[in-house]
Every structure is written in C-alpha cells, then in structure tokens.
C-alpha cells in the first residue's frame, strides 16, 4: 500500500511531529511504500505563542525526509498541494488534526483527493479546541466533512466528531508510547538537570497554556498539608502566553523554594532527564482530549497523577498506575499528600502498574487500526 501523509514534520518541532514521525517510520517497518509532506509555512510568526516552529538539527524526526507543498494562509497553494500528494499515487493520505486553524488548507486538500479516488483519514488530536472561538463549529464541519473516516484518540473525541456527522467512519484507538530512550537512575537525571539529589521532584512538563492548569497545581501546593513535604514541582516546558500570570502565582503562594522553572523547549534529546529524575508526573489539566505527556510517563513508567476531563482517565486507571482526580487544587493536594506519605508503597504500585498498561500503546496496533478502517472504506 502507499501511504502520503501530509502534517507536521521535521523541521517543525514538538510532539505532533514527533507523532507523525514515529506513525510513518511504522508504516515503513510493515512495508508499505511511504512519503512524507509538510507545510512552507505552519504558522505564521504573529499567530506562534511560543519562540521558536523549528527544531534543532539532532531532532530524533529529522530521519523522517518530508516534502514542503502547503502555506497554511496562501489558498494558492491548496491545490497545488493536493497535486503533489496525487503525483505520488497514494492509496490513502493521512493527516493530523488539532485545531480548526488547519482545516481551511487541509479541507481543500482532501477534498481535492477525495475528487480523484483517494482514500483520506485524520488521526484527531481534537475535535473541539480548549480555547474555544466562534468560528471553531464553522471550521471543524468543513474539515471533517472533506475526508472519508476517522482514528480518534479517545471516546470523547469520537463523540464529538459524531456530534457533526452522526454517521462518521470513526474508530478509537489510545495515543501510542513515544520512546525517548533509555531510562536513568534518578540521581543519574538530577545531576544532568543541575537538581538537588536529596530532593523528590514532581513533573509538569510541555507546553504551558491556561488549560492546562499550572495554576491548579501550585494552588494545591500551597496548601498547608503539603507545606512541609520534601518535594518541589519541577516545571519543564515553553510559556505559550503571558508568564507573569504564573511568577506572580508562585509568588503569592511563597512557593519560590518549592517551584523549579526550565521553561524553555526541551530538546528530544533531553526530555528523559526529566522524567528520569521525577517520582511522579502530574497533569492537572481543566479539558484534555488525550495526551502525548502521558503516554512519555508510561514510556519511563513513571506514576502519574490526571485530572478526570476528557479521554485521560480512559488511560490511567485510578489507584494503578496513579491517582484520577477532579480538577481542583484541593483533589489535587490530597493526591500528593497520600503519595509521599505512602512514598515507597506508591512508587513500587504505580511503577508496576504502569508496566504492566503500556503493552496497550503500540504503534503497531495504532498502524493497524488505520489500515482496517482504510479497508472498511475501500468496502
């Protein structure tokens, strides 16, 4: 089978095109014939949040050799895209979706192979964006209406792209394990980080954004029953908005002892350190759909603690691999007390939890599921 997918990829940076990396060096390894595309322009400059779109040169996705054809605001270029897909003769394009920003330029783009026989299928981070505008609803139905079927990475995600085709072609399959090598002795990874071996360290790592509820979580370290416990919140990922909101948090709550801020990208190269050298990772978000942070603890089997919004709590079963809460700082602060008043309990639990649930994020299955919805397609 040949396989285009058009999406993010090297030399854009972050998670997604890591993903779409990952996804097709997969396709490869199962013999299908594939060829990557990208965009000229993902973004422009004025809309990026954070400081760079691009990636270093020893980004782990370079290998990953994609072809740019689509300027996401030049509709000249929306066509002339689709074209250089169909130049390859694919039986099937993909491509990512997850934010209506995209669906002007890849909605032109499938519906243009649609014309010609092609089979089109997104992977959908979300359907529904967490910083909702008016125009989201417009954008997204125009979207999904230009391809055939769906791979949604949560339930709730396929209920929402059932919410705008009530008959859609939609399967879910979990967000598959990143590897981001090999996993360090937590004094091995503190010392990489310049971090007090003495100390317990939780983890919110990736991009920082108000959805993701920072905010809930250093709320829930102020508390009183956390005061005194020996562990600090260790912050690894860019601002993407204004960071004073966050400064002037910490200080509020006199958490400048407690709050330890890398708040730059992290480079591929250097994301295991963080997780090496953590005792559990917390994502305290207000909405999620689902979660590639996730799925890079599982990788280090690393205990997590989520707040139960959207398609997280599908992935980490409650008191197994870590703690399901509502998001609330109060929720939150009592998670953290029980697991450094149970430390040694917990970790041994959550570690062998976490072992034990990773088998069920492969990128295999993931590629499998593609190609059995590419064939209920083809009928």
């Known amino acids: 089978m040949r396989i285009a997918y058009l999406s993010t990829f090297y030399p854009y940076r972050g998670g997604i095109a890591q993903f779409n990396a990952a996804l097709l060096r997969t396709f490869a390894k199962k013999g299908h014939q594939t060829k990557a595309f990208t965009f000229t322009r993902q973004y422009p400059s004025i809309l990026f949040p954070g400081k760079t779109q691009y990636a270093s040169a020893n980004d782990t996705s370079e290998d990953v050799h994609a072809v740019r054809v689509l300027d996401t605001v030049n509709p000249f270029t929306f066509r002339s895209a689709a074209y250089s897909v169909m130049e390859f003769k694919p039986d099937i394009m993909l491509t990512k979706y997850w934010m209506p920003f995209f669906a002007p330029s890849l909605g032109m783009v499938g519906r243009e192979l649609k014309k010609h026989g092609i089979v089109n299928i997104a992977v959908l981070d979300n359907v529904i964006p967490h910083e909702k505008k008016f125009y989201d609803a417009l954008l997204t139905r125009y979207f999904l209406r230009s391809y055939h ?140 759909t689902q979660s590639g942070v996730t799925q890079i603890a599982y990788h280090f089997e690393k205990p997590m603690l989520v707040t139960d919004v959207g398609g997280l709590a599908e992935i980490i079963p409650n008191r197994k691999v870590g703690y399901v809460v509502k998001p609330s700082a109060v929720e939150i602060a009592t998670a953290l007390t029980d697991f450094y008043e149970h430390k040694a309990e917990r970790e041994t639990t959550f570690t062998a939890g976490c072992r034990d649930e990773k088998k069920h994020f492969q990128w295999e299955s993931f590629a499998e599921a593609i190609e059995k919805l590419y064939k209920e397609i083809k009928g």
């Not at 791979?151 to 072609?169: G, L, Q, T, Y």
């Open 149 to 288: 079927g769906f791979i949604a990475m949560s339930k709730s995600v396929a209920e929402d792209v059932r919410s705008f085709i009530p008959d859609a072609k939609v399967k879910v399959h979990p967000h598959p394990m990143y590897d981001f090598g090999d996993r360090l002795e937590k004094s091995d990874a503190k010392h990489k980080l310049g971090l007090s071996e003495s100390d317990n360290y939780i983890l919110f790592f990736g991009f920082i954004r108000r959805y993701k509820g920072l905010d809930l979580l250093l709320e829930a370290m102020a508390k009183i029953a956390l005061k005194n416990k020996n562990f600090k919140l260790l912050v690894a990922g860019e601002f993407y908005g204004d960071s004073s909101y966050y400064l002037n948090k910490i200080d509020e709550y006199g958490l400048r002892d407690k709050v330890i801020l890398h708040t730059d990208y992290i480079p591929t190269e250097r994301v295991r350190y963080y997780f090496c050298a953590a005792d559990m990772v917390v994502q305290p978000y207000r909405s999620a």
